[in-house]
Structures are given as C-alpha cells and as structure tokens.
C-alpha cells in the first residue's frame, strides 16, 4: 500500500468519477485504475462499483475513515519535514567541554539568538566521551569537543578542526615550580596532580602524555569543574595541567599562577590539545545547524572552512 494509492481512493470518493479524480490527482485516468488496481489487489477486497458513478463498496465503505487518517497524517508529516528544512525548528541542543563554554561559546550564542530568535539554544557542559555519546545518541545536534579518532571515526560524523592549544601547570603562587618559567618535564612529574573524572578527554591526554614519557601519573583527586580545579591548587603542592583557555583570567587572583611546560624530552614537541566540532551529516541539511557551524567555524577556528565541508576523519 502506497500513499498515492489511498489518495487515489480518496479522489474518486470524492468526486465519484475515475475522470474526475485523475484531473484531481493531476494524473491520467489510466494511472488512477492501475493505482485502485493495486490497492484493491493488496487488500483483496473491491473497493467501488464501477458503473456510471463510482461508488463505494462496503470494503471501499470500511476503508473511507482509515484512509482519511493516513493521509492526513502524512500531510502533516510533510508539512512538518518542510518546516525542518525551512529552519522552522523548535531548540538547537549543543554540548561543549567546560572551558568552551566558559569563555568562547558566550559571544557565538548572542549571535546565533540574534539570527534565529525563533529556535531555543540549549548547552550543556560535559566531558569530550559523554559530550560524543549524547550526540550519537540523538540527545544534542553538535558536539565541540577534544579530538579523539577512536570517537569520532564514523561515517555518520563530520568533524570540523576548530583549534589547538597549549596546556599548561596550574598551581599555587607559591608553589616550587612557580621558579620555573617553562617547567621540565623531570620537575613536573614530582608532584601530585588534580585531574578530570573519567570520561573527560583531558584526563586521557595528561595520561597517555606520562605513558609517553615513561612516568607515573600521581593523581591523587578528580574533579569536572575549573573552579573546584582552582580551589583544590590554590591549597598547596597539587598541580593540575589544563588548557590555556582554561586559565585566561588567573592573572586577576594572587593566589594562583600558571607555567608552560617545557618540550618533553623524547618527542621535543609541546603538550597540546585539539579542539573539534563535531555534528552529523543529516543536521548539516537544517539551516539553524549550518549556520551555527558556521558561526563556530569562523570564530573559533580559522574561518577558512565551512562546518558543511568538514571531512569525516579516516
């Protein structure tokens, strides 16, 4: 059974004739028989009594209110889908890592609301694993997460490069490694660490970067919020490494201080993190989405790329 069956039917109902209803269904009249043909072949019933008039037969009779439903409800169905792709929709649900939202979603979200007055903005802070899961799950349309390949290696996905920071030490004013300007890697390792609760692409980093250097992680308490983080420091030796967009505005508190981390010895490189923009093909088509994309592309990233022409990673 096919929609434009049951409109055939509902055509002919309507105006009494074949004729009538193909004019209706702007169609031939030989399309409308092969249609009711069908349908009545489906059902295994006859559905009119084809004389000068076309009239119901009691099948036809029992059909009438069911087909009246269908149809109307794909109507609504259609007119709903139109409104989708009009950007008629009702929220935009995004999740973003904790120092995203902090400090660069703010002036985007003033924007977004100025443009599409009409669409409720949603955000969430959440950790970069529960941030991709809720977005896989249909829970949120975009995802600004920390790049993680094993995550975001689908099909399914577009993943835009937005940006890459440094990370840095948090810690006391008056903490041992404050002499430092950029702290060895030796020194660091020393002193025990705050670090993000699992789930959290920070505390993936800071680990598989101790792996790498064949040290030992002494995290000795997890946290999720920036403010906890900077609590807990500025107590006394504990550490944290954290993004540098995570501590833009410490210089304000006496009480804490950052340091770079000097290059670790075996890569020579600088411990750094990957900041993406990750939403699914299908949302891409809705204009609220693609705009808001866009607008995270420009601002956040470098503003060469459209979110639309992001590559899924290999």
């Given at each position: 059974?096919?929609?434009?069956?049951?409109?055939?039917?509902?055509a002919?109902?309507?105006?009494?004739?074949?004729?009538?209803?193909a004019?209706?269904?702007?169609?031939?009249?030989?399309?409308?028989?092969?249609?009711?043909?069908?349908?009545?072949?489906?059902?295994?019933i006859?559905?009119f009594?084809?004389?000068?008039?076309?009239?119901?037969?009691?099948?036809?009779?029992?059909?009438?209110?069911?087909?009246?439903?269908?149809?109307?409800?794909?109507?609504?169905?259609?007119?709903?889908?139109?409104?989708?792709?009009?950007?008629?929709?009702?929220?935009?649900?995004?999740?973003?890592?904790?120092?995203?939202?902090?400090?660069?979603?703010?002036?985007?979200?003033?924007?977004?609301c100025?443009?599409h007055?009409?669409?409720?903005?949603?955000?969430?802070?959440?950790?970069?694993?529960?941030?991709?899961?809720?977005?896989k799950?249909?829970?949120?349309?975009?995802?600004?997460?920390?790049?993680?390949?094993?995550?975001?290696?689908?099909?399914d996905?577009?993943v835009?490069?937005?940006?890459?920071?440094?990370?840095e030490?948090?810690?006391?004013?008056?903490h041992?490694?404050?002499?430092y300007?950029?702290v060895p890697?030796?020194?660091l390792?020393?002193?025990?660490?705050?670090?993000?609760?699992?789930?959290y692409?920070?505390?993936r980093?800071?680990?598989?970067?101790?792996?790498?250097?064949?040290?030992k992680?002494?995290?000795?308490?997890?946290?999720?919020?920036?403010?906890?983080?900077?609590?807990?420091?500025?107590?006394?030796?504990?550490i944290?490494?954290?993004?540098?967009?995570?501590l833009?505005?410490?210089?304000?508190?006496?009480?804490l201080?950052?340091?770079?981390?000097?290059?670790?010895?075996?890569?020579?490189?600088?411990?750094?993190?990957?900041?993406?923009l990750v939403?699914?093909?299908?949302?891409?088509?809705?204009?609220?989405i693609?705009?808001?994309?866009?607008?995270?592309?420009?601002?956040?990233?470098?503003?060469?790329?459209?979110c639309?022409?992001?590559?899924?990673?290999?």
């Amino acid at each position: 059974m096919r929609i434009e069956q049951l409109q055939a039917f509902l055509a002919i109902t309507e105006t009494g004739s074949f004729q009538q209803a193909a004019r209706t269904c702007d169609c031939t009249q030989s399309t409308i028989s092969r249609q009711i043909q069908s349908l009545e072949e489906g059902l295994g019933i006859s559905l009119f009594h084809r004389h000068h008039q076309a009239k119901l037969t009691i099948g036809g009779e029992r059909l009438l209110p069911h087909a009246r439903k269908i149809c109307a409800e794909w109507q609504l169905a259609r007119k709903s889908i139109e409104h989708l792709l009009a950007g008629k929709q009702p929220d935009l649900c995004v999740a973003a890592i904790h120092s995203v939202c902090a400090n660069m979603l703010p002036p985007i979200l003033q924007q977004f609301c100025h443009q599409h007055p009409q669409v409720q903005l949603r955000v969430t802070a959440l950790g970069s694993d529960r941030a991709l899961k809720v977005l896989k799950d249909g829970l949120v349309d975009i995802a600004i997460v920390m790049d993680n390949r094993l995550f975001t290696a689908s099909p399914d996905l577009v993943v835009q490069n937005l940006y890459q920071e440094p990370i840095e030490i948090l810690m006391s004013a008056d903490h041992p490694l404050a002499a430092y300007q950029q702290v060895p890697w030796a020194e660091l390792v020393k002193y025990p660490q705050v670090v993000f609760k699992d789930g959290y692409g920070m505390q993936r980093l800071v680990q598989e970067q101790f792996i790498k250097q064949g040290s030992k992680l002494n995290a000795v308490l997890e946290l999720n919020t920036l403010d906890a983080f900077r609590g807990v420091v500025r107590q006394g030796k504990l550490i944290a490494l954290l993004p540098k967009s995570a501590l833009l505005d410490i210089h304000s508190d006496p009480t804490l201080t950052a340091r770079s981390i000097e290059p670790t010895p075996k890569t020579g490189t600088s411990l750094s993190r990957q900041v993406i923009l990750v939403t699914t093909t299908d949302r891409l088509q809705i204009p609220p989405i693609q705009f808001f994309c866009d607008l995270v592309s420009k601002q956040m990233g470098d503003g060469s790329e459209k979110c639309g022409l992001g590559v899924p990673p290999s």
